[in-house]
């Protein structure tokens, strides 16, 4: 236990990460605050239609009633538009999302729609997101660390902890819960480039990965069930081990199928075993669902950099900075800023083929990545003869990017 509890694990940085998080966590949860606060004023107050759905859904399959969204049942006024179905089935999500929607309502007393009571279960089904979002912004946290140091991951997680979007996304606030598929991606990707870099260990392959066998493998789960589409992360994650495990390619191919396998366990799980929802289900799954078109219309790049921009208003400055550096300057162009670099326009690129729902949750995706990209460039000009400018710029700007967000959240109106 005292092997554990270490300065390395438990010291200054971690320490200070943890009041950024908690600083998120505050942020997020005003937000939430905010939308639900007049339910507490109007009894017949409901969460939207989409959250409404959701709920509905998970909760009757909690209950052995049907598998969410294998089919969904027939609904007088139709399902909102943002679920995507084909002969009833959900083309976009497995029943993770409903599941993980419902779940904490089983710890509610009351029946989970009654009007009197929905001042107090309305912020259950809001918490599992929450959690998500905290749990990104630790992962972004420890693999810029590990990537750039400390000023990479200081620089990565403020900018992180104070991103509109990911506020927003992590308080589903009307909003879709993309968090969790963002959250998924993250993990499958740095956690095969983690297993690719074990492999080189002295030890027994397969047995010394085991936990990192599991944890690819609920992350692809994680990613790809809760947005069909992000089954791209499966060959990335291979291709990623493959580059970094050149003479060990055949232990890489083995835990990736083994990864893999538990993930196809896992998605099955989202589905309670039932074979046939499952096989249904598969078979009206948009894996692809991606069009070409959007790359020929102007309005689609506007649209995007603007996504991107209000994920991260700070970006306008530090992307700009971080793309013309890494141009210029070799010293940046190394694989540990190179792979988010690409898998960020890679995401970028899916999101502006995707226009339905799944185009808003690779953009999100993307943003991690995108952070990761500019704090790795930017620690590294701060090892230059430039440091005092270079970390007086940055920290005046974070400071302003800081304020900046507060006082937007401050002003959000309730209700």
């Known amino acids: 236990m005292t092997r554990f509890f270490t300065r390395e694990r438990f010291g200054r940085p971690q320490f200070l990460a943890g009041l950024l998080l908690l600083a998120f966590l505050a942020q997020a949860s005003w937000l939430v605050h905010s939308e639900l606060a007049h339910s507490e004023l109007s009894a017949s107050a409901s969460p939207g239609i989409s959250e409404d759905v959701r709920i509905d859904a998970g909760w009757m399959q909690l209950h052995g009633a049907r598998i969410a969204g294998a089919p969904f049942p027939d609904i007088p006024l139709g399902l909102p538009l943002e679920f995507s179905q084909s002969d009833g089935y959900d083309t976009e999500h497995s029943p993770l999302l409903f599941l993980v929607t419902a779940a904490p309502l089983l710890a509610s007393p009351q029946p989970p729609f009654s009007p009197e009571s929905s001042p107090h279960w309305r912020w259950l089904p809001r918490l599992p997101f929450l959690a998500c979002g905290l749990l990104l912004g630790a992962s972004l946290w420890y693999v810029a660390r590990r990537l750039c140091g400390n000023t990479g991951g200081f620089i ?44 080189y260990a002295p030890r027994e392959v397969i047995l010394w990965n085991a936990r990192r066998i599991v944890l690819l493998g609920v992350s692809l789960a994680i990613a790809v069930g809760s947005q069909f589409s992000m089954i791209i992360v499966v060959p990335l994650a291979l291709a990623f081990m493959l580059y970094l495990a050149p003479i060990r390619r055949g232990a890489a191919l083995t835990i990736w199928i083994a990864a893999t396998l538990l993930a196809l366990i896992l998605l099955f799980a989202t589905y309670f075993f039932h074979l046939q929802a499952f096989s249904g289900s598969m078979r009206h799954a948009s894996f692809w669902g991606a069009t070409w078109r959007s790359f020929t219309v102007r309005g689609v790049y506007i649209q995007v950099t603007r996504e991107i921009l209000r994920a991260c208003p700070a970006l306008a400055l530090l992307l700009p900075v971080a793309v013309i550096s890494y141009i210029l300057w070799r010293r940046t162009r190394y694989f540990g800023n190179t792979a988010p670099g690409l898998i960020a326009l890679l995401f970028i690129a899916l999101g502006m083929a995707h226009p339905h729902v799944a185009g808003a949750g690779f953009l999100l995706a993307s943003v991690p990545f995108i952070l990761i990209f500019v704090s790795g460039v930017l620690a590294d000009l701060m090892e230059t003869s430039f440091r005092p400018l270079v970390t007086a710029s940055v920290g005046g700007l974070l400071a302003a990017y800081i304020l900046w967000c507060l006082l937007a959240i401050a002003q959000v109106p309730q209700g």
């Open 156 to 199: 990565a997680l403020t900018l992180y902890c104070f991103s509109p979007s990911m506020i927003q996304a992590s308080a589903v606030w009307h909003t879709e819960p993309e968090i969790l598929a963002a959250w998924g991606s993250f993990g499958a990707i740095f956690t095969a480039i983690a297993v690719a870099h074990t492999l």
